[in-house]
């Protein structure tokens, strides 16, 4: 499964390769564009780094030395390997890097097809970046620019809310003073009102006795007028019988 894997990503390579635009570099800036690929791209898993013998194979063929006598460091095993593989959402940038360490471990020197993919990659990054970074200074230029007017536009209607709230503090504090004289006027009112009420109740208690006093005055006058009157009729009984008696039957005092 594993050599299968391989070769598949080698044919996916070559394929790229093809369809690129091929570059004829010097052995020398090969070896220091491998050098500069795989030192951007820093090894994270246990032991030693697997790249460091295609950094050895780049530096022997960019000195002209390519003896079969210099020092091979041995690859990474299988296990670290599969273990340091990239995660599955990094995208296309995060799987291509596992593919170019596990080609440079296997002791197989990157090709020319190989490095222009990664250039390419690299350079297409790059560009995604640059875009990226001139929208957002683009973005940054353009609030700046909208908080610069605000501020403008603030700063010049500023004095006019300032001749605003003067105005208005003004007029709360003519409305305070005249809230609180009629509010002075009310109390006094008020009280006014008050006294009123209490003279009058005192008004109508001294009417109340007055009249309690009368009705027993007139009480007392209905009696003695009543008392009056029957002596009256007493009295005008009495002459009546005097007159119609005959003279021999009156009084005697009478006579006299």
């Not at 390997?81 to 440079?104: C, I, N």
């Not at 700046?144 to 501020?151: A, F, N």
């Not at 105005?167 to 305070?176: D, G, I, K």
């Amino acid at each position: 499964g594993e050599s299968g894997s391989a070769a598949s990503r080698r044919q996916s390579v070559g394929q790229a390769s093809r369809a690129t635009p091929r570059v004829a570099l010097p052995t020398s800036a090969r070896g220091a564009a491998v050098s500069q690929v795989e030192k951007r791209r820093p090894w994270r898993g246990p032991g030693p780094a697997p790249l460091a013998e295609s950094e050895a194979a780049s530096a022997r063929n960019a000195s002209g030395d390519g003896s079969a006598t210099a020092p091979i460091r041995r690859a990474a095993p299988l296990s670290s390997r599969k273990a340091t593989a990239a995660p599955v959402g990094l995208g296309a940038r995060g799987s291509s890097a596992p593919k170019a360490r596990l080609g440079s471990a296997r002791g197989s020197e990157p090709d020319e097809a190989t490095l222009r993919v990664q250039i390419a990659r690299m350079r297409q990054a790059l560009d995604g970046k640059h875009v990226s970074i001139e929208q957002a200074l683009a973005e940054v230029s353009l609030h700046r620019s909208q908080m610069e007017e605000s501020k403008a536009r603030h700063e010049a209607e500023m004095p006019g809310f300032q001749r605003t709230v003067r105005e208005l503090a003004a007029e709360n504090r003519q409305l305070q003073a005249a809230a609180c004289g009629r509010w002075d006027w009310a109390r006094r009112l008020q009280a006014a009102v008050r006294s009123q009420e209490q003279h009058l109740e005192a008004q109508s208690e001294e009417l109340l006795e007055s009249q309690q006093r009368l009705e027993r005055e007139n009480t007392r006058l209905r009696k003695a007028a009543s008392a009056l009157r029957a002596r009256l009729l007493g009295w005008e009984q009495t002459r009546r019988k005097l007159s119609t008696a005959p003279r021999d039957e009156r009084p005697r005092s009478q006579d006299g």
